[in-house]
Protein backbone atom coordinates (compact mmCIF):
# COMPACT_ATOMS: atom_id res chain seq x y z
CA UNK A 1 0.00 0.00 0.00
CA UNK A 2 0.95 3.52 -0.54
CA UNK A 3 2.51 5.79 1.60
CA UNK A 4 0.43 8.58 -0.40
CA UNK A 5 -3.46 8.07 -0.73
CA UNK A 6 -5.10 8.85 -3.68
CA UNK A 7 -8.82 8.24 -5.01
CA UNK A 8 -8.48 5.52 -7.57
CA UNK A 9 -11.02 7.15 -9.61
CA UNK A 10 -12.81 10.65 -10.31
CA UNK A 11 -14.81 11.45 -13.04
CA UNK A 12 -16.13 15.48 -14.26
CA UNK A 13 -18.49 16.56 -17.08
CA UNK A 14 -16.88 18.83 -19.42
CA UNK A 15 -16.58 21.95 -17.96
CA UNK A 16 -16.55 21.57 -14.33
CA UNK A 17 -13.92 21.59 -12.09
CA UNK A 18 -11.95 18.05 -11.06
CA UNK A 19 -9.89 17.97 -7.38
CA UNK A 20 -8.08 14.94 -7.28
CA UNK A 21 -6.45 14.70 -3.50
CA UNK A 22 -3.66 13.12 -2.10
CA UNK A 23 -3.44 12.23 1.90
CA UNK A 24 -0.43 11.90 4.18
CA UNK A 25 0.74 11.79 7.63
CA UNK A 26 1.76 15.94 7.93
CA UNK A 27 1.89 15.96 3.96
CA UNK A 28 2.04 19.95 4.08
CA UNK A 29 5.31 19.71 5.66
CA UNK A 30 6.57 17.98 2.09
CA UNK A 31 6.81 19.22 -1.54
CA UNK A 32 4.04 17.75 -3.37
CA UNK A 33 4.33 17.35 -6.73
CA UNK A 34 1.96 16.10 -9.66
CA UNK A 35 1.97 13.84 -12.74
CA UNK A 36 -0.47 12.96 -15.82
CA UNK A 37 0.26 9.77 -17.43
CA UNK A 38 -2.10 9.14 -20.75
CA UNK A 39 -2.09 5.75 -22.39
CA UNK A 40 1.31 4.18 -23.74
CA UNK A 41 3.05 7.75 -22.52
CA UNK A 42 5.87 8.47 -19.48
CA UNK A 43 4.39 10.84 -16.85
CA UNK A 44 4.58 14.44 -17.58
CA UNK A 45 4.76 17.05 -14.70
CA UNK A 46 1.84 19.26 -14.42
CA UNK A 47 2.43 20.72 -10.89
CA UNK A 48 5.45 21.12 -8.91
CA UNK A 49 6.24 22.15 -5.37
CA UNK A 50 2.45 22.25 -4.55
CA UNK A 51 1.68 25.00 -6.32
CA UNK A 52 4.00 26.18 -9.69
CA UNK A 53 2.89 24.94 -12.88
CA UNK A 54 6.07 24.45 -15.35
CA UNK A 55 5.96 26.17 -18.58
CA UNK A 56 3.92 25.02 -21.18
CA UNK A 57 1.10 23.61 -18.81
CA UNK A 58 -2.53 25.52 -18.82
CA UNK A 59 -3.44 27.49 -15.80
CA UNK A 60 -6.15 25.42 -15.56
CA UNK A 61 -3.83 23.01 -13.40
CA UNK A 62 -3.37 24.43 -9.79
CA UNK A 63 -2.29 22.39 -6.54
CA UNK A 64 -2.50 23.10 -3.12
CA UNK A 65 -1.08 21.66 0.22
CA UNK A 66 -2.26 21.76 3.73
CA UNK A 67 -2.38 19.46 6.69
CA UNK A 68 -2.47 16.00 5.75
CA UNK A 69 -3.83 16.67 2.45
CA UNK A 70 -2.26 17.82 -1.36
CA UNK A 71 -5.10 18.54 -3.74
CA UNK A 72 -4.79 18.61 -7.37
CA UNK A 73 -7.47 21.27 -9.28
CA UNK A 74 -8.03 21.10 -13.06
CA UNK A 75 -10.75 23.55 -14.03
CA UNK A 76 -12.80 23.65 -17.09
CA UNK A 77 -12.09 20.36 -17.69
CA UNK A 78 -11.43 18.73 -21.47
CA UNK A 79 -11.31 15.62 -23.02
CA UNK A 80 -7.63 15.52 -23.03
CA UNK A 81 -7.21 15.89 -19.77
CA UNK A 82 -8.80 12.77 -19.27
CA UNK A 83 -5.15 10.25 -17.91
CA UNK A 84 -4.01 8.79 -14.64
CA UNK A 85 -2.70 11.24 -12.12
CA UNK A 86 0.06 10.53 -9.22
CA UNK A 87 1.13 12.95 -6.42
CA UNK A 88 4.48 12.42 -5.20
CA UNK A 89 6.93 13.57 -2.62
CA UNK A 90 10.24 13.03 -1.01
CA UNK A 91 9.55 12.32 2.78
CA UNK A 92 13.10 12.58 4.30
CA UNK A 93 15.20 9.33 2.68
CA UNK A 94 12.13 7.68 0.10
CA UNK A 95 10.48 9.11 -2.51
CA UNK A 96 6.69 8.00 -2.71
CA UNK A 97 3.73 7.61 -5.17
CA UNK A 98 0.68 7.79 -4.53
CA UNK A 99 -1.46 5.26 -6.11
CA UNK A 100 -2.98 7.01 -9.12
CA UNK A 101 -6.38 8.49 -9.80
CA UNK A 102 -7.90 7.89 -12.80
CA UNK A 103 -9.74 10.90 -14.16
CA UNK A 104 -12.70 10.49 -16.45
CA UNK A 105 -14.30 12.77 -18.48
CA UNK A 106 -18.08 11.89 -19.13
CA UNK B 1 17.63 20.35 -24.39
CA UNK B 2 17.59 17.59 -22.57
CA UNK B 3 16.72 13.27 -23.34
CA UNK B 4 16.84 10.68 -21.76
CA UNK B 5 16.63 6.90 -23.13
CA UNK B 6 16.10 3.62 -21.41
CA UNK B 7 17.62 0.77 -22.33
CA UNK B 8 17.13 -3.14 -21.56
CA UNK B 9 17.45 -6.65 -21.99
CA UNK B 10 13.42 -7.05 -22.94
CA UNK B 11 12.98 -10.31 -21.44
CA UNK B 12 15.03 -11.54 -18.55
CA UNK B 13 14.92 -15.25 -16.90
CA UNK B 14 13.80 -15.33 -12.88
CA UNK B 15 16.51 -15.33 -10.53
CA UNK B 16 19.27 -13.79 -12.79
CA UNK B 17 20.42 -9.68 -12.99
CA UNK B 18 18.41 -7.29 -14.86
CA UNK B 19 20.61 -4.41 -16.22
CA UNK B 20 19.01 -1.28 -16.95
CA UNK B 21 21.01 1.95 -19.02
CA UNK B 22 19.93 5.49 -19.23
CA UNK B 23 21.65 7.10 -21.99
CA UNK B 24 21.56 11.00 -21.20
CA UNK B 25 22.11 13.85 -23.90
CA UNK B 26 21.62 17.43 -23.29
CA UNK B 27 23.91 17.46 -20.46
CA UNK B 28 26.90 15.69 -18.57
CA UNK B 29 25.43 13.14 -15.87
CA UNK B 30 28.63 14.90 -13.90
CA UNK B 31 26.56 17.86 -13.43
CA UNK B 32 26.09 18.53 -9.75
CA UNK B 33 22.47 19.69 -10.05
CA UNK B 34 20.90 16.82 -11.23
CA UNK B 35 20.02 13.63 -9.86
CA UNK B 36 19.19 10.40 -12.14
CA UNK B 37 16.32 8.94 -11.00
CA UNK B 38 14.63 5.44 -11.54
CA UNK B 39 11.05 4.61 -11.94
CA UNK B 40 9.43 1.45 -12.45
CA UNK B 41 5.89 0.53 -13.73
CA UNK B 42 3.87 -2.80 -13.63
CA UNK B 43 1.60 -2.91 -16.61
CA UNK B 44 -1.74 -1.83 -15.47
CA UNK B 45 -0.37 -0.49 -12.58
CA UNK B 46 1.02 2.34 -10.65
CA UNK B 47 4.56 4.11 -10.41
CA UNK B 48 7.09 2.61 -7.93
CA UNK B 49 10.42 4.67 -6.88
CA UNK B 50 13.53 2.61 -7.13
CA UNK B 51 16.26 4.86 -6.69
CA UNK B 52 18.10 8.06 -7.00
CA UNK B 53 21.46 8.45 -7.96
CA UNK B 54 23.59 11.63 -7.54
CA UNK B 55 27.24 11.36 -9.41
CA UNK B 56 29.17 12.99 -6.58
CA UNK B 57 28.31 9.88 -4.93
CA UNK B 58 24.70 10.26 -2.94
CA UNK B 59 22.49 7.11 -3.58
CA UNK B 60 19.04 6.57 -2.34
CA UNK B 61 17.33 3.36 -2.79
CA UNK B 62 13.92 2.30 -2.05
CA UNK B 63 14.13 0.14 1.01
CA UNK B 64 11.89 -3.29 -0.52
CA UNK B 65 14.79 -3.31 -3.18
CA UNK B 66 17.55 -2.16 -1.45
CA UNK B 67 19.52 -5.26 -1.20
CA UNK B 68 18.93 -6.44 -4.85
CA UNK B 69 20.28 -2.94 -6.43
CA UNK B 70 23.57 -2.08 -7.37
CA UNK B 71 24.21 1.53 -9.83
CA UNK B 72 27.02 2.29 -12.68
CA UNK B 73 28.13 5.20 -13.60
CA UNK B 74 29.59 5.56 -17.37
CA UNK B 75 30.82 9.28 -17.66
CA UNK B 76 32.25 8.58 -21.37
CA UNK B 77 29.11 7.24 -22.57
CA UNK B 78 27.11 9.65 -20.30
CA UNK B 79 25.03 6.78 -18.61
CA UNK B 80 23.63 5.49 -15.18
CA UNK B 81 22.91 2.24 -14.84
CA UNK B 82 21.33 0.13 -12.59
CA UNK B 83 21.49 -3.56 -11.97
CA UNK B 84 18.49 -5.35 -10.07
CA UNK B 85 19.44 -8.76 -8.84
CA UNK B 86 17.34 -12.68 -8.30
CA UNK B 87 14.64 -11.42 -10.44
CA UNK B 88 10.88 -12.69 -10.35
CA UNK B 89 7.91 -12.26 -12.52
CA UNK B 90 6.70 -9.28 -9.43
CA UNK B 91 9.90 -7.34 -11.20
CA UNK B 92 7.94 -7.02 -14.92
CA UNK B 93 7.44 -3.40 -15.18
CA UNK B 94 8.18 -0.48 -17.72
CA UNK B 95 11.24 0.71 -16.14
CA UNK B 96 11.72 4.75 -16.47
CA UNK B 97 14.43 6.87 -16.08
CA UNK B 98 14.02 10.65 -15.15
CA UNK B 99 15.63 13.48 -13.67
CA UNK B 100 15.44 16.22 -11.20
CA UNK B 101 17.58 19.48 -10.49
CA UNK B 102 18.58 20.93 -7.52
CA UNK B 103 17.93 18.48 -5.03
CA UNK B 104 16.93 14.90 -4.21
CA UNK B 105 13.54 16.63 -2.99
CA UNK B 106 12.63 18.27 -6.10
CA UNK B 107 10.42 17.67 -9.16
CA UNK B 108 10.90 15.09 -11.75
CA UNK B 109 11.13 17.38 -14.56
CA UNK B 110 12.32 15.34 -17.61
CA UNK B 111 11.66 11.35 -18.34
CA UNK B 112 12.59 8.90 -20.73
CA UNK B 113 9.77 6.60 -23.06
CA UNK B 114 10.63 4.15 -21.03
CA UNK B 115 11.92 -0.18 -21.00
CA UNK B 116 9.52 -2.78 -20.75
CA UNK B 117 11.01 -5.67 -19.36
CA UNK B 118 9.48 -9.34 -18.41
CA UNK B 119 10.47 -11.86 -16.36
CA UNK B 120 9.89 -15.25 -17.17
CA UNK B 121 11.62 -18.21 -18.25
Known amino acids: SSVLTQPPAVSVAPGETARITCGGD??????VHWYQQTPGRAPLLVVHDDSDRPSGIPERFSGSNSGNTATLTISRVEAGDEADYYC?????????FGGGTKLTVL | QLQLQESGPGLVNPSETLSLTCTVSGVSITSSGHYWVWIRQPPGKGLEWIAS???????YYNPSLKSRLSRLIDTSKNQVSLNLTSVTAADTAIYYC?????????????WGQGTLVLVSS
Open chain 1, 26 to 31: NLGTYS
Open chain 2, 53 to 59: IHYHGTV
Open chain 2, 98 to 110: ATRVGGVAEALED
Open chain 1, 88 to 96: QAWTGRSDH
